[in-house]
Every structure is written in C-alpha cells, then in structure tokens.
C-alpha cells in the first residue's frame, strides 16, 4: 500500500492515527515511518507535525529510525525472565552483533524488546513480525533465524 | 461502550487466549451489554501485540454482521449496534482506561486525572462504558444461567470465577479458570503441581506489575479481592508467577520496577522520577552497595508514589517492593549487610568456584570459558580467576562433574595453581 | 452562589461550591505550595506538590485540580503530607540542573521558591542526567536540563498561540518537551514570541542573552551607540527595581541609558507614529481601491511570522510598512546618519523590546537597507533591567533625563501601541482626519480599551462604515482568519498582537506577567497618551520635519524604498538550522 491508499482507506479523523501509522509502517520496507511520511499524515489530518511525532515516539511499536526486514521483538515478561530471556537477548545481541533498538548492516533484523507478548505457557518467547515463536532455547533462536535468511536468500 | 483487550499485564494472556478461541463470546457480551446500556457504537481495543486475536476478532465481527447479529435493526428490532477495531502500538500504560481513551483518540497514552470518570466524560467526552475482555466472556453465561447461578460460586464479596495464567517456575502452567476463593497453595501445588525439579516454592507474583509477592507462609490465602489486597497484592488480570527457591526477591522486585520505568507515560512527578529513583537504588543494592538509609528511603518513596501519583497503575508500581519488603525483609538484609544474595542471582555478589574434590582436570570449562579465566590443564586441578571471571555461568553449564559451585557471601579453599589431581586429593 | 460545607484542618468553612481545594483553602487563609499549576494553562496535576489529605481517601489529593464536596475533612498539614510535597519536589530536583547562581532565573523562579517553601534542605536522590542538549540557536533558548515537565510550555504554545511548535515525546524518564526529532527550535513553526519563557517556572526557557554584544559595542571607540526604547519599556522595566506594575519610568530609562554610555536615546514611539502614518495611508488607498482587505497590522513579527507560515494567502493583506522598531532603524541608518555625518555601518543601533521576536525580526535581510542590519542588537525588558543591574546603577533613585532629538517625540497615539488595540486606535486618529479632512473630536475608541481576545466595532468615517477587528494571541488571530476565510466576518482592518494584552504581555516582559500586572501596564500607557498634547500621530512636529526634510510623504518613492518590507511565504517545518548570529 503507499500513503495515498492508505489514505483512502481510513476518513481524515484524529482518532484513525494510530490505524494510519499500523499500515504505513507495515506497508513501507524501511518498516519505519519517516519525517516526510509524518508531515504527510499531520497534514491529513490537520494535526501538528509536534502532535504526530509525540505519539510515533510514545509507543513503543512505531519508528522513525529505518527497522530492517525482520522485527525481533524478544519478550521481557516476568515469565520469560524467569525462564531465562535476559540471556537469550544477549545471545540474540552477539549473533547478530546489533543492541537492542539497532538492525543489522544487511537491513535484516532489527532488535527490539516487548514487555509481554501473551505467550506465558512457552516462555522464555519472541515475536518475529507477525509470528511468535515459544519455548525458545540458544539452539532454536539460531535455526529460526537461519531459516529467515535463506528464506530472504531464496527469494 | 469500550471493550479493554488491552492485556498488557506481563504474565497474564487469558484474554489472547479468549479472543483467540471464541471471539464470539467477547461480541456477543458486547451486544448484550449495548442492548441493556442503549449504546450504539461499541470499540475492542486491542493490543498491536495481538495478530492472530485481532485476525479473528476482525472475522468474528465480519460474520456477526452477516447473520444481522451487528448493525442497524438486529434481528429486526429497532436496536442498532457496531463494534469497531482500535490497535494499540505498544504501550502498557494504555490498560489504563483514560490512556486507553486517549489513545483511541489518536493521542499519546497519557493517563488524565480522575473524575471525571469515563461513565461520566469518557471517548471524545461522551459517556462511556469499559470494561475488559473476561467480564464481556462471562455476560452470556449470566444472562442464559441466571444470577443466582453465578453467584453461588465464589466468596461473599467476590462472586463467580476467575480464569489465571499459572506460570513461571510451576510443573503444569497454562490457564486456569477456579472459583473465587480458592486457596494459593491448591492453584500452585494441587492445580500446578509444585515447583519443577524438586525444588520449593517460595512465592507467587500476582497482578502483574501492579501486583504483589506473596510467600509460601501466606499460600493459605484465598484467591479474591479482598483477601489479595490484605496481602498487599492485587487480583489484577490473573497473572500467577510461581517462584521457586533460585529466585531473588530483591531481583524480582527490580525487575518489575525496571518494567514500570520503562512503561511509565512521564506524565506525573511521583511515576516518572520516583520509579526510576526506586529502581536506581535497587540496582545499587542487587550491586551490593546498597546501605541501611536505601532500605528506609526505598520504603518512603515506595508508599509516597503510592499516595501520589496521578494514575491507578503509578500509584501500585511500588507494591512489588512493599510486598517484597514486607515478606523478603532479611533478602534485601543480606544484600545490604552481608553482601550477599541469598538465591544466587545477583552477578555482583556471586562467585564461581571449581570445587578441587569433584574436579577431574577434563579442561572443558577452561575450552568454554569466554574470557579466559580459568586455568588449568588435563588431569590438574582447574581453578577460576576470580578478577578475570564476568560470571555468565558457561562453566557450570559445561561441567559434567557438578564441579563448579555458585557461592554468595563465602568462598572455598582452592590452590593458588592448578595441581595435579592426586596431589589435591 | 450556591456552597457547601468543609472541614480544614479541623475548622469549619463554607466556600463556593465547584471551587477547588486549593482556592477554598487560600480563603481560608492557607496557601498550599503549587508548581505546575498555573490557571487556564497547566490543570493537569503532575507535579504532585500540592497535595493534601481528603478524609476517606485512599491517596493524597492534588488541591490544584480536585473540586471540593460537601461535608469533605481536608488536612493540609500533616506528617504524610509534608513528607510527600517534600518528596515530590526532592524528585523534580534530582532531575533538574541545579546551578542556581547562574541561571538566569535565579531569584525569580517558582522551584526555587517552592523548595524553600516545602523546606527541602537536601536532595536524598541520585542525580538524573539529562538526556537531551541545549538549544541555542533561536531568540528562545531551551535547556531540557532544567525542565521540570510541567506542560506549561506546550499548553501555551498549542492551546494559546495555536502554533504547536513544542512536542511531549518520548516517555517515561526520557521524555522530551521541545522540538520534535532532534530539530532545533529554528526548524519549528516557533514564532519566536516568547510565551513559554513567560509561563516556564524554571530556567528551562530563556531568551538569547544579547547585553554582551551591547556592553561590547559601548565601549568599542569606533562605534557609534545609539538606542531606541520601546513604547512598553517605559510602564515596566521598573518593576525589575522593586516599583509597583505600572510606574511610569520613561525619565529613569533615560538617564540609565545615557549613564551606560549611549550617545542618543531615541523613542521607538516616534517611529511608532511613522508607522501609523504609512500604514495608514496604504488603507486610504485599499479602502478607496477597495482592494486587498482587510488590510493588516505588520508591528508584531510573531504575528507576521505565524502568517507566513499558517495563513500565506493573506501575505498580501498585509501592511507593507516596516514595524516601529524596523523603521527607527532604517531612519538611524539613513536620515541620522547623514545629519551627523557618520557612516551607517559606524553606527550601532540598539532596541529595547519586550519581545523576543523582535530579536528575529532583526535578522530578517529582506528588511536590512544594506548588508549589514539596521538594529544591530535587539535587547528585552529583562535584559535591560540586568545591564541596569551589572552597570550598578541605582534604577530607583535616577532622576529623569529628556530623549535626544531628533527622533525621541512622540504623540499619544505612538504610546498606546504597546497595548492590544492601541496601533488600531492609534491609526484610526490619523486616518480619520485625513480621510475625512475633519478633526476627530472623541480620539479614546472605548470599545478597543479591553482584553477580550478578539474586538470587532464599526467605525464610521464620512459616512462610510469601516469595520475593524482587533486580535490579541495568535489563537485568537487563528479564529478570525478562520472566520475571515469562512466569509463569516467581512473587515477593513485588523490589528494582531501575538501577546497576551499586546506588547505589554509580550514575551521579554517581567516573569511573572499576569493579567493583573496588564491591566496596569495598560493603565500606565493611556495615562502617558492622556499626557500628551498631540495625540495624532500626523500632528507630531518631528514627523512633520522628518518628511519635509526627507521622506517627502507618506508612501513617496523614499519612503518605500526605506520604510517598507514585503513577507515570504514560509513552508511549516522548513529546516533552517543555526542562524547566523
């Protein structure tokens, strides 16, 4: 979708922002939603450009920096800290040797954390885009996101 | 009328699994709900975390429309109702229901002060009502049952069921829906099955980061509202994280802090710098340079963010410290006075050490070890650098002989160098 | 007026019912300590200072925003609540920058004040850096170091001037008011005017300081020193030294300049009264043209600015006639220049404003009559009143001294400019005579004399009906171009002054500046005009010599050339970054 049919899918109403910013970060391969993008939407509507930017940088889910292809959100639930998710996000940091809130050189992955991701009963867990994987072990991260990449490499 | 699926609780996902499983329920709750309130317009808002619920809701809605359950003139009467889809992006404050409206208005999730109440001035200032996922799963069941059924389960006070996520460091996790009232210890050891490999439970964490630790002494406690907040804990959405003896309560209780400053709006004094000065003194303590005068100013500050911060979840992010510090006082002792943890956890008062009598000099945890730390060669005894060790626990892991020993607070005789075996012996 | 009933402190009251706990306590003789509050600008509760203790509460109450019920039992001061005012605030100062010796607020400044208040001897907590840098590029100057995140900026910058210039970001520990991304104040629609420095209770927001830039040219022997004051100065600057809102000082502001060293004061009333002859003959002609109404007031570069950027189809409307302060300087460069034979660029010419977007609107080139600006620095109120201070001047005790010649006379017309509706009254002085070739008998326009955001009148002159309207806030302002555009209001002429009350609230003023102080500054400048025995601009003697000697007339090919501007249609958001000076 580009702006304008994102646009066209949803009324200049104050109360669609958060649905507009969903659609064009989804649909943009930044997966980011830059300046000019937020002017775009501010103008639609008939926000100030300050007002657009206090909400894309208040949630967590939205950015303004370029995110690579694959999101990472890894889960920092009680839960999952129990079950030992603060040194799979360590291992996940040295293998793809980016911090939390970096994406990787070849724009793949972008790391980032999730205060829960609802999937209690598999921790420690992550969500990769839209996908959630559970019962995470070092092994597992590793062959996920081998997978990833020679999907991407296959494609 | 406003449904909040907006189950950001850390440790709770019955709601997920009920949008997930029957989003049927949820609508038809709503449907019922509008009908008896004469609302018109109904919003699920629900967390962008959430695909797969948000996917079926979508559909649910789309299918109800379809059978005349949604629109103008259901079933051919004179009521009209719709409900709507709003996402979330990622913002655990915005469970709260002025944030949530905020941020249906397209605003930041800020909290606003209360009254007025969104009964009174809620969504674009209309009236409005909220309520969340598991109260609009139960209303068809009332209605079709009976009140008086409903309410013969449960306490006096709390009536009815309520479905919990039992999970952490418990044999069987997942959802269970008990009648209110029913004791800890039956959720944990009956329901649970206990602590996994043998350990003990020491605790559960209930409500989420609102909530409190209660400890195994007190697991005679009923499970409902009144009992709960006497514990200094809350019901909350129904998170239960079951601890067990590896576990700080002193870590716990500055991990749940740090989610709190992570997640705090930055609206209010008290919220903002007050989580973030609690949790700057928990780190120094879980450091071990914490002192006496930390333990009585955390305390302090804990109970005046609780009187004074603007919004319902500012006000209960210190009661995982007050709980912690009412149950777990002689923890946070040990790490003051002692420097020492108790559970092992916190890095800075641990050490690593390779017990000379298990040894056997097979050179692994030497091969495995990151930085280096650890001498030896095969058949002597292996010995760990204690200024070069960072403590990631790879040798204990890579051991095969139970040979390294994780110490807070004490030591064991090790030789200057490595020797070979039978010498040690 | 209905009331209820109320404990405080064990005492029985009865007080306004809707009133809040905090106004029912001061009329019971107890001033509970706010910080963020600030009435009609920041209700939002987030300091948490002002808490008191409700009987049957759970939690403390903020007084500023809870309303009193009937039968409530307020305490106000107890252990819990001195305990938490102190915590709060200890809070607030861990995060804050704490260099009060060299702030520029130090003395004036409500943290200051309130920790004194809650007796705050000690700060238990750890120190929060700051996450953000300074901003010191534009005529407002931000330090996040010092903000307290009380809002005030942003209620007045969104809800008052509807210029949305400042955004709350981020969240948490990091949150961010200022500039949205990592942009300078300059890359916003900022206006330059200053409200938020106004309203800021700590050092947070500041103007540029420029006394140095003057200091240094005072004693820079091959610069000539000249400096003009604005209409305002006069009816303010005292109360720096301790004298009541209002004391007209005009005499003192003399002397004190002459004392620092400067070779000429001159009025910016003077030229205010230039001002009011060249606009006044552009709307004779637009009015007969009937051509580009209505047409509008151009002496507030927030205001001018603001149009440029929200409203540029009304560029046109606009009065192409420089500002007061842009005409005295062109006048120094040119007229004065020539009759004491010093060449401009020698000539260092100095305003005394009380905006700080005069300061900006002396940057701007299109302005400047070579490559050089014809007000070299712009200084406010409260840094006028600091050189007084550093120059160890007693400001109290001056006596009076006259203005130089030949541009420090002025009429009543050019006074009352400092005043919200006072360059529309003074205008229509002028333009009436002229227009009609009668003298105008009734001058004072009552209907004007008020503080409403937005005056319309009728104004016949000669039989035809002249509807004027008069905006104070850029809001304001908003809402008539809104209605203009709409085609709801048909005007002739428009006067917009971006502050609060005019030039008197503007944004270089004292802190605080509130409504009360206004109306006394008003009073003060109406009395000057009462004074004055010319009261139309176009009777001034030293106008009258100024065009026979040089400008021929108003709107002649020299006049143009010198005393008018044109305006450039800005795009919002347009990057400029770090501005030259």
């Known amino acids: ?155 | 009328m406003i449904c909040n699926a907006d189950e950001g609780d850390p440790g709770a996902y019955m709601n997920r699994n009920e949008m997930e499983s029957d989003p049927h329920m949820v609508i038809e709750g709503m449907i019922i709900g509008a009908y008896a309130i004469g609302a018109n317009e109904g919003y699920i808002y629900i967390r962008a975390e959430y695909p797969l619920a948000i996917e079926r809701l979508d559909r649910a809605i789309s299918d109800a429309r379809a059978y005349g359950l949604l629109g103008n003139n259901i079933l051919g009467t004179d009521f009209s109702f719709d409900i709507h889809i709003a996402r979330g992006a990622g913002a655990f404050v915005c469970g709260e229901e002025t944030a949530l409206i905020a941020s249906m208005e397209g605003n930041t999730g800020r909290p606003r002060k209360r009254p007025p109440f969104p009964s009174q001035k809620g969504l674009w200032g209309k009236p409005t009502n909220i309520n969340n996922v598991e109260t609009w799963c139960n209303v068809a069941s009332i209605i079709k049952n009976g009140a008086d059924w409903f309410t013969r389960i449960g306490t006096e006070k709390s009536k009815g069921t309520k479905v919990f996520s039992l999970v952490g460091k418990v044999k069987r996790t997942g959802l269970v829906e008990v009648p209110l009232g029913t004791p800890v210890k039956t959720i944990v050891y009956d329901i649970g099955g206990g602590a996994t490999d043998n350990k003990k439970v020491k605790a559960v964490q209930t409500g989420g980061p609102s909530g409190g630790c209660i400890p195994d002494s007190l697991f005679d406690t009923q499970v409902d509202y009144e009992h709960l907040a006497d514990a200094g804990s809350i019901m909350g959405s129904g998170g239960i994280v079951v601890m067990d003896e590896d576990t700080c309560m002193v870590d716990t209780a500055k991990y749940f802090l740090e989610f709190a400053v992570e997640e705090s709006c930055g609206k209010c004094t008290p919220c903002r710098e007050g989580t973030y000065q609690m949790h700057r003194i928990l780190e120094k303590i879980t450091e071990g340079k914490g002192t006496n005068e930390d333990i009585v100013l955390l305390e302090k500050l804990a109970n005046i963010i609780k009187l004074t911060a603007l919004c319902r979840l500012g006000q209960t992010a210190p009661n995982p410290v007050l709980t912690t510090l009412r149950y777990f006082k002689d923890e946070y002792l040990a790490h003051v006075e002692d420097k020492r943890c108790p559970a092992r956890v916190c890095r800075s008062l641990i050490n690593y050490y390779i017990d000379p009598a298990a040894c056997r000099g097979c050179t692994i945890c030497s091969r495995n070890c990151p930085v280096e730390a650890i001498d030896g060669k095969p058949g002597y005894i292996h010995i760990i650098d204690q200024n070069k060790c960072i403590k990631c626990g790879t040798c204990m892991e890579v051991c095969n002989f139970s040979a390294i020993v994780k110490l807070s607070g004490e030591s064991i005789d090790t030789p200057f160098a490595p020797i070979p075996i039978n010498k040690g012996r | ?581």
Request: with cysteine; proline share 4%.
């Open chain 3, 1 to 581: 007026m209905s009331t209820v009933c109320i404990k405080i402190d064990g005492k029985n009251f009865t007080v306004e019912k809707g009133s809040t706990i905090l106004n029912a306590c001061k009329s019971a003789g107890i001033n509970i300590p706010t910080l963020c509050y600030l009435k009609d600008v920041s209700e939002e509760g987030v300091c948490g200072v002002c808490v008191v203790e409700v009987k049957g509460a759970k939690t403390l109450q903020r007084s500023c925003i809870t309303e009193v019920k009937d039968g409530m039992e307020i305490f106000t001061n107890t252990p819990t609540v001195r305990e938490a005012r102190k915590m709060n605030l200890e809070l607030a100062l861990a995060h804050h920058n704490i260099e009060c010796p060299t702030c520029e607020r130090d003395g004036n400044c409500e943290l200051q004040d309130i920790a004194d208040r809650v007796n705050v001897k000690t700060v238990h907590f750890a120190d929060v850096p700051s996450f953000y840098e300074k901003d010191v590029y534009s005529p407002v100057i931000r330090d996040p170091s010092k903000c307290i995140f009380c809002e005030r900026c942003i209620s007045v910058c969104d809800n008052i001037q509807s210029v949305s210039a400042l955004a709350i970001s981020q969240r948490g520990i990091r949150t961010y008011i200022g500039a949205p991304f990592t942009h300078l104040l300059t890359d916003t629609p900022c206006v330059n005017c200053g409200q938020c420095i106004m309203n800021c209770p700590t050092g947070a927001l500041t103007e540029r300081d420029d006394t140095n830039k003057v200091w240094d040219a005072l004693s820079d022997p091959d610069k000539y020193v000249v400096v003009s004051t604005a209409p305002s100065i006069r009816a303010s600057v005292g109360e720096i030294f301790g004298l009541p809102a209002g004391t007209f000082v005009r005499g003192k502001v003399a002397t004190a300049l002459k004392m620092m060293g400067f070779k000429k004061v001159f009025d910016t009333n003077f030229s205010a009264d230039l001002t009011i002859l060249e606009e006044t003959h552009e709307l004779i002609e637009r009015i007969k043209k009937e051509e580009n109404l209505p047409i509008m007031t151009s002496c507030c570069p927030a205001w001018i600015k603001f149009l440029e950027e929200y409203y540029p189809e009304f560029i046109q409307n606009v009065s192409s006639a420089k500002s007061p302060q842009g005409m005295m300087g062109a006048i120094v460069k040119s007229y004065f220049s020539q009759q004491i034979s010093i060449s401009p660029d020698k000539i260092f010419h100095v305003s005394i404003m009380p905006c700080t977007a005069k300061k900006s609107e002396a940057e701007r080139r299109e302005t400047w009559l070579r490559d050089f600006p014809d007000v070299d620095a712009v200084i406010t109120t409260r840094e006028f009143g600091r050189m007084i201070k550093q120059g160890g001047i007693d400001f109290v005790n001056l006596p009076d001294s006259e203005y130089d010649n030949p541009l420090g006379n002025y009429s009543g017309a050019g006074t009352i400019f400092g005043v919200t509706g006072g360059v529309m009254e003074a205008a229509l002085r002028t333009a009436y005579d002229l227009f009609t070739g009668k003298e105008l008998k009734n001058i004072e326009f009552k209907p004007l004399r008020n503080f409403e955001g937005i005056r319309v009148a009728d104004v016949e002159i000669d039989g035809l009906n002249v509807r004027i309207a008069v905006a104070n806030t850029l809001g304001k302002a908003r809402e008539l171009l809104e209605a203009i555009k709409s085609g709801k209001e048909r005007i002739h002429f428009m006067e917009v002054m971006a502050c609060p009350g005019g030039c008197i609230g503007e944004g270089g003023q004292l802190i605080p500046t509130n409504s009360d102080i206004i109306s006394k500054r008003a009073q003060a400048l109406y009395s000057d005009d009462e004074r004055s025995k010319v009261r139309k601009s176009y009777q001034n003697p030293q106008i009258n010599e100024l065009y026979k000697n040089f400008l021929e007339k108003p709107g002649s090919e020299i006049a143009h050339k010198l005393l008018h501007t044109h305006y450039i249609k800005r795009h919002l958001w347009e990057k400029i970054g770090k501005s030259d000076f």
């Open chain 1, 1 to 155: 979708m580009s702006v304008t049919e994102v646009f066209n899918k949803y009324e200049p109403k104050k109360e669609n922002l958060l649905l507009i910013l969903h659609d064009i970060q989804d649909s943009i391969g930044s997966r980011s939603i830059d300046e000019t993008t937020l002017k775009k939407v501010a103008e639609y509507l008939d926000m100030s450009l300050s007002q657009v930017y206090g909400v894309v940088s208040f949630y967590t889910m939205y950015s303004t920096k370029p995110r690579g292809k694959y999101i990472i959100r890894i889960c920092q639930s009680p839960t999952c800290h129990l079950m030992g998710s603060k040194s799979l996000l360590e291992h996940l940091k040295e293998t793809l040797k980016i911090d939390v809130n970096e994406t990787t050189s070849d724009k793949m992955f972008t790391l980032e954390t999730s205060s829960c991701l609802g999937v209690c009963s598999e921790a420690p867990a992550m969500m990769i885009n839209d996908t959630v994987y559970g019962n995470l072990t070092e092994e597992k991260v590793n062959s996920v996101l081998e997978k990833l990449r020679s999907n991407h490499e296959n494609n």
